[in-house]
Nanobody, 126 residues
Framework: QVQLVESGGGLVQPGGSLRLSCTAS????????IGWFRQAPGKEREGVSC????????YYEDSVKARFTISRDNAKNTLYLQMNSLRPEDTAVYYC???????????????????RGQGTQVTVSS
């Protein structure tokens, strides 16, 4: 049974940092692509970042490039999203998601992946 559990959200001031974690179980994380998407109040879900299985090449949505870093620890079955230089517009519920496929599709497709966690709230405000 595939299970994804996010943690690490919270309230942070603009310019601050947070690291989100996603603990995965029920599938082979090492060989699976996995990513993050977010949903802000009143807005559509938005793909943020993705990591390929196997070669672990990473992809980012343009607005988070150079600020966010996706990484994984396959031994711990955990995916991370390091978020730096946070902005108020980054405020959203963040979800990790996987389709159990080896390679990421387009970033915009991450919200359509078959499996996702319950989400963790990130609020950027002074």
């Amino acid at each position: 049974q595939v299970q994804l559990v996010e943690s690490g959200g919270g309230l942070v001031q603009p310019g601050g940092s947070l690291r989100l974690s996603c603990t995965a179980s029920g599938f082979a994380l090492r060989s699976s692509s996995i990513g993050w998407f977010r949903q802000a109040p009143g807005k559509e879900r938005e793909g943020v970042s993705c990591s390929n299985g196997g070669d672990w090449i990473t992809y980012y949505e343009d607005s988070v490039k150079a600020r966010f870093t996706i990484s994984r620890d396959n031994a711990k079955n955990t995916l991370y999203l390091q978020m730096n230089s946070l902005r108020p517009e980054d405020t959203a519920v963040y979800y990790c998601a996987t389709d159990l496929k080896p390679f990421c599709g387009e970033i915009k497709t991450i919200p359509t992946y078959s499996y996702r966690g319950q989400g963790t709230q990130v609020t950027v405000s002074s």
